[in-house]
Each structure stands twice: as structure tokens, then as C-alpha cells.
């Protein structure tokens, strides 16, 4: 059974910094590209920043220079930093997993994480 958990969702000030964590299990996670999204309130899900197998990492321009995404392949377990947090960084927070096969695409989901940034 696959599993990915994230945690580490908070409120916080403007300014501020918090780091999310998805620990995964049930799956060969060191083959896994890994991804971030976020979902705010009456918006769609976006793409916040991924990191390959081999660690190259992508982000949305919004939070360039803000976020770092890594991995601890030892741990089973993806990572989001994030600083100098503005309220629009509000959101509940998914990792996925993802990895293309030749049958398709394998993904799987967390159930998120809400981070609140506000005064």
C-alpha cells in the first residue's frame, strides 16, 4: 500500500519560514520524481517545485528564491522549505509521486498539508 504523508503545515507571520515534510512509503522512492503542489482557496491546483531522481530541482517563478525543495532518499522523504512567506503562499500543500512507466505514468498523492500565512 502506498503511502505519502505530509506534515508540517502551519499558521504563520508574513515573513516567516516553514518547512513541509512528505515521508513516503510503499513505493521504490529513490526512482521517483517528486513534486509539490498547492491549491488556495477558490483557485486551481498548481505545480510549486519538483525534484528528479537525480535531484534536478524546477520552480514556479512565484516562489524562486523562497522555496528549496530536496530529498532524503535514506529517509523515504521529500522536503519544502519555505521562506520570506507572503500571505499569497496560503494553501493546502500535496506532494506527489511520480514516475513514467511504460504503461503510464504512476502517480500518487498525499492527503496535503495547510499552510496559513497571515498577521
Known amino acids: 500500500q502506498v503511502q505519502l504523508v505530509e506534515s508540517g503545515g502551519d499558521l504563520v507571520q508574513p515573513g516567516g519560514s516553514l518547512r513541509l515534510s512528505c515521508a513516503a512509503s510503499g513505493i521504490s522512492f529513490s526512482i521517483y520524481g517528486m513534486r509539490w503542489y498547492r491549491q488556495a482557496p477558490g483557485k486551481e491546483r498548481e505545480l510549486v517545485a519538483s525534484?528528479?531522481?537525480?535531484?534536478?530541482?524546477t520552480y514556479v517563478d512565484s516562489v524562486k528564491g523562497r522555496f528549496t525543495i530536496s530529498r532524503d532518499n535514506a529517509k523515504n522523504t521529500v522536503y519544502l522549505q519555505m521562506n520570506s512567506l507572503k500571505p499569497e503562499d496560503t494553501a493546502v500543500y500535496y506532494c506527489?509521486?511520480?514516475?513514467?512507466?511504460?504503461?503510464?505514468?504512476?502517480?500518487?498523492w498525499g492527503q496535503g498539508t495547510r499552510v496559513t500565512v497571515s498577521s
Open positions: 525534484i528528479s531522481s537525480g535531484s534536478t530541482t
Open positions: 506527489k509521486a511520480h514516475l513514467n512507466t511504460r504503461l503510464g505514468p504512476d502517480d500518487y
